[in-house]
């Protein structure tokens, strides 16, 4: 491998591929990072993922990772600081804004849910206009490798999975991910506090190893992500940094940012306006 400073200000590590590793497509290795830049067990995955030929957009969904709207389960450190009730509308804003953001776009998004009992909660929170899915698995890692594969076998070829911590995210990012699995094994978006806030795969190139050994919740995740995909000389694209609201470090810099401003995050910055945050239409 071979790490480059472009003019830009990216770092582009270069390598040979192995022209068995993607015999579907020819491309070559290189990971491209905007911003701050930080094996399978066997029976542990689904494996012989079916595929199908379609349109471009029928093949493209967007998987959106939310919890169930409930006290002392979402937002808890922001909770508190802000306390329970707060942090509970602030997350209902967080979802209203990602799925107002991906409903304007020509892809289709699937919510895959948790706890396990709460899918009527979902249903009558989210209503029926997009399907519902559980989140299966004993950790983050699994659960989010099970919902790459569930979409897979249903015949989706391009995937990617976002949070809910992130009500500003502009849908460019979202074109630009998509845009970028046409020539890459992968997309990945770099979260301010060293983990990622996006991931994407194309069918044929998914790579769960990602997934697995993951120390999640420490500043090491986007790192120690890269190494696996350089290890297995898979192509990956890094879109902007962003950041997601986690803490109420978080949450008092997206104040700032957003104060005064028009910004994408409708819901979220009503929220903040009728609760005295920010200055606004606080009727709205």
Known sequence: MEAIHHKSGMLLIVGALS??????RQRHTYIRIRGRAGGNRQGDFKENIPMRSSDKHDNSCVILFAKAPEKSFVKTRLARALGEDTALRLYQCFVSDVMEMLKTEAHDFRICFCPRDSEAVMKNWLGNAHPLFLQRGKD???????????????????ALLIGTDIPDLPRKIIHEAFEQLENNDAVIGPAEDGGYYLIGFNADSFLPDIFQDMPWGSGDVFEKTLGVFRKNQRSVHALPTWRDIDTYEDFLVFVQANSGKAASAEHTLGCLARMGFIPGNTEK
């Open 19 to 24: 022209p068995l590793a993607c015999p579907l």
């Open 140 to 158: 983050i890692g699994e659960r989010m490798a099970n919902a790459f594969f569930d979409i897979f076998a249903d015949g989706i070829r391009h």
